[in-house]
């Protein structure tokens, strides 16, 4: 086989499953946020994209993406220099100690789509996933009712769980029994979970009604019940939003572009009740925390819910920080200068938020979610910039629209995107791929 088809597939096998083996964590630092995909994915770039650079075959779909990473790369380096020589240090940290960080999450990003389109564009048929899909999804959900027989108390369950803790990036036994937050898969917490709905399940879900297959009916159950007992609220709002997907496109055969408006809007307006709405004054009952409607509403605005109150608290930051700062920002990693100040109430009186506040945790950046941070970082500057990528990105999309499954597939990930955008997904590995489908079309199979 072509090494660079072997090594593509391998980098989109491990995609779902983090760093894969147990690193631990101690003296990793910066490198224990990088995983296995993501070097498999910088070994097969280097030995992909510099050659179609060579045969004069870097198309001009990858221009943009280009040119706005070294905008994003070298605004922050700028606004990094204005701020050390107007405000200096804060809490014994330079800007230069947390923009590096930000550099090169968005150098990976960058080499991730181009990687990713070099390989659909040319490489790999898109059809050719599908057997790794199916591969990803089957050893996922094994480990998913092994974590969650293990909550439930069964012992077998318990060892089972404990060997692989050992040898995988799988959560300990005793972290499950004892957080309560329901199972993780191959990463950090609950939540992380939900990633696997910008395109793995909308796959399974979608293949399966497609094709009628047993297998993938029987998976998509599994799936259903798992995502239906994680206890997390950011899992159990993205599944929905498949199902809801899914169910427009038996009804009209396609995902409604009224859908992604909606989930943009939905995502903005959260970030501003965060905001500009004292959170205090929701009466949320948490007596059963992982009812359905504890779920889908109270524990997104409960501000007695830890998770909840450290991501809310950088979209908080971000958005008063774009108000300070609208036209230049204050570049991406920076708005941690601004975060003491611009603290609602409600993120003093949680526990878990003091590091925070003290500095002990360094400059806080923009936090998880990618509008948001962007918006702080780069101001109107910067959202003109994005508009025009976006204006030659929406071209790029129509390269999609006479195969509607993998139109589809598309269409419900970046649904997902646009809300959780605002207040948890930033630019990692998976959104990487969900944003590049668009350029498996010219070398997919039309179906549907």
């Not at 990094?80 to 999450?105: D, N, W």
């Amino acid at each position: 086989m072509n090494p660079q088809r072997l090594l593509y597939k391998l980098y989109v096998f491990l995609l779902p499953f983090g760093s894969f083996f147990n690193m631990g964590s101690e003296g990793l630092g910066f490198w224990y946020y990088i995983s296995l995909s993501q070097i498999i994915m910088t070994l097969g770039f280097f030995l992909t994209v510099p050659g179609a650079l060579v045969r004069k075959e870097f198309e001009k779909p990858m221009l943009k993406w280009l040119f706005m990473a070294l905008f994003m790369i070298l605004y922050t380096v700028v606004c990094a220099v204005v701020i050390l020589a107007t405000r200096g240090y804060l809490y014994g940290e330079s800007p230069f100690s947390v923009v590096p960080a930000q550099l090169v999450f968005t150098s990976l990003f960058l080499m991730s789509i181009i990687y990713n389109y070099e390989c659909l564009n040319g490489i790999v048929q898109f059809e050719e996933l599908f057997p790794i899909f199916k591969i990803q999804s089957t050893i996922l959900l094994i480990v998913g009712f092994i974590q969650y027989f293990t909550i439930l108390g069964f012992g077998s369950a318990y060892v089972v769980c404990k060997a692989l803790s050992v040898i995988f990036c799988v959560r300990d036994p005793m972290y499950l029994l004892g957080t309560d937050r329901g199972i993780t898969l191959f990463g950090t917490e609950g939540s992380s979970v939900a990633s696997l709905c910008l395109w793995l399940i909308p796959f399974i879900f979608l293949y399966a009604y497609y094709t009628k297959s047993k297998f993938y009916i029987v998976e998509a159950l599994l799936w259903t019940f798992l995502f239906f007992n994680t206890g997390s609220a950011s899992n159990f709002i993205s599944f929905a939003t498949v199902l809801i997907c899914l169910l427009a496109v038996i009804i009209r055969r396609k995902v409604p572009r009224l859908f992604l408006v909606g989930a943009f809007i939905l995502g903005l307006v959260i970030a501003l009740m965060y905001t500009f709405y004292d959170l205090n004054k929701i009466s949320i009952s948490t007596d059963g925390n992982h009812d359905l409607h504890y779920l889908l509403i109270g524990k997104v605005l409960d501000v007695n819910n830890s998770s909840t109150v450290i991501r809310a608290s950088t979209v908080v930051n971000d958005i008063k920080v774009f108000g300070d700062f609208p036209l230049t920002g204050i570049g991406n990693g920076l708005q941690g200068y601004e975060f003491k100040k611009n603290a609602p109430a409600w993120v003093f009186n949680n526990s878990m938020t003091q590091d925070l506040l003290s500095g002990s945790m360094g400059i806080v950046g923009g936090g998880g979610s990618f509008f948001a941070s962007y918006l702080s970082g780069y101001g109107l500057i910067g959202l003109v910039v994005f508009l025009l990528f976006m204006r030659g990105y929406r071209r790029d999309c129509r390269r999609i629209a006479n195969n509607l499954f993998l139109r589809n597939i598309f269409s419900i990930g970046l649904t997902i995107f646009m809300y959780s955008a605002w207040y948890t997904v930033g630019l990692n590995q998976y959104v990487a791929f969900l944003l590049a489908l668009p350029y498996a079309a010219s070398k997919c199979v039309a179906t549907r």
